[in-house]
């Protein structure tokens, strides 16, 4: 290459900088740069797509184009877009899996991932809204995040994310030979159940036995392609069933957030799928209380669900085990309803909402390790 042209050089890096927006990592990193040649101004590069009808391949092709283009004297650039054969694609499939040929877990030993397990002693208490928002809030602060939706019971992520088609069915990840690439959303790698459930069939999954759980959960940790991640998030389903035990034997390091509402009804069972985490190796570190109290735009004090439920349960695990170190308080706000519904969550839609403020406090709390906010009060106001 070191007799190329300083022009051909120029437009070889220029394209091979690109990113892939599935795998984000450079095409030239990638190997998806076939060839480049400049004759006269004009830019012919070749590029390879991992595979035929690749969902991507429009935007791959115009940054291409762009890229080639932004370099000095190119007046013109064609693209020629082919696909990798099968050695090629083996061989981008076993760099991915960082050299290993099988797909392994990539979570478990040694990781210097964070597997943070969001649980909850009972469905419908926002645990999968707690879980996108402070996907979303980490993913702001700059931290590769990702996302694992093992909620069977009611797999709302990609809902909560905006990841759906037209139908309003969750979207089909991409797929090169046995690598699942997860849908990105608000910079946010999700994976979940429901993007492989059979459209119609969506409520099959809820009657799965505990082998198939578990099966599926240990193919999402080996075969998708998260890359490397500071954090990944875990939407367990509610409840201390055979989801938590799986999690807990593929993933024993993960450390796991407890959600509850502030009624007393929610926390006891809460307390509940903390000891279960505990039993299974795994640390409790925090307690999230949701919908909990604020203040009307008027001042006036607003509990829709009382108070105390998430001090509560620290306070219980504490005396249990080991002292849980964060409590964090996310107050009732009609805007979280209404962003988890229009698929923007709070933290992208309005930074400044008491919510988003309160999920900011929380990855704050996670990610600044010593630091507790029990009993730290957050500034909640209802508008
Ligand atoms: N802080 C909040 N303020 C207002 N509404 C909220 C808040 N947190 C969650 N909600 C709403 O509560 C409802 C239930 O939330 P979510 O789906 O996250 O619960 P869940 O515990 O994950 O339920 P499941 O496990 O059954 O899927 C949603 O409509 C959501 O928008």
């Not at 009382?306 to 009732?332: K, Y």
């Not at 992208?348 to 990610?367: G, K, M, P, Q, W």
């Amino acid at each position: 290459m070191s007799d190329e042209a300083p022009v051909t050089r120029a437009v070889r890096e220029a394209v091979g900088a690109v990113t892939d927006p599935e795998l984000r990592r450079s095409l030239g990193e990638l190997g998806m740069i076939r060839d480049v040649r400049v004759d006269e101004g004009v830019a012919m590069v070749g590029i390879l797509l991992t595979i035929a009808g690749c969902p991507m391949a429009k935007r791959i092709e115009q940054d291409v184009r762009d890229a080639a283009a932004g370099v000095h004297s190119i007046r013109e650039v064609q693209v020629d877009v082919g696909v990798m054969n099968d050695e090629e694609r083996e061989e981008l499939t076993t760099r991915l899996r960082g050299g290993r040929v099988k797909p392994a877990n990539r979570f478990a030993g040694n990781t210097l991932t964070r597997v943070i397990a969001v649980t909850s002693g009972k469905g419908g208490v926002g645990k999968s809204t707690v879980t996108a928002n402070l996907a979303v809030a980490l993913a702001a602060r700059g931290l590769a995040v990702g996302l694992l939706d093992a909620d069977v019971h009611g797999f709302s992520i990609p809902g909560l994310l905006g990841l759906l088609d037209e139908h309003g069915r969750a979207v089909r990840p991409t797929r090169v030979d046995d690598l699942v690439l997860p849908p990105v959303a608000h910079d946010v790698k999700v994976i979940s159940i429901g993007m492989f459930m059979r459209p119609g069939a969506e409520d099959a999954a809820v009657s799965w036995r505990g082998p198939m759980l578990h099966k599926t959960i240990e193919q999402f940790l080996a075969d998708v392609y998260f890359g490397d991640l500071d954090v990944l998030l875990i939407d367990m389903p509610p409840g201390t069933g055979d989801a938590a035990i799986s999690i807990g034997h593929l993933l024993p390091q993960a450390e796991v957030l407890v959600v509850t509402t502030p009624q007393s009804a929610a926390s006891d069972v809460a307390v509940r799928s903390g000891i279960l985490a505990r039993q299974l190796g795994q640390r409790v570190i925090g307690v999230v209380e949701t919908m909990g109290p604020g203040f009307l735009a008027d001042g006036v004090p607003f509990e829709p669900f009382g108070s105390g439920g998430g001090a509560a349960v620290a306070a219980r695990l504490s005396v249990l085990g080991d002292a849980v170190p964060i409590t964090v308080s996310i107050p009732f706000s009609s805007a979280v309803r209404v962003g988890g519904d229009s698929g923007m969550p709070i933290c992208s839609a309005d930074r400044d909402d008491v919510a988003a403020l309160a999920f900011e406090e929380l990855a704050t709390a996670l990610f600044v390790r010593g630091t507790s906010l029990a009993g730290r009060s957050l500034p909640l106001a209802i508008h």
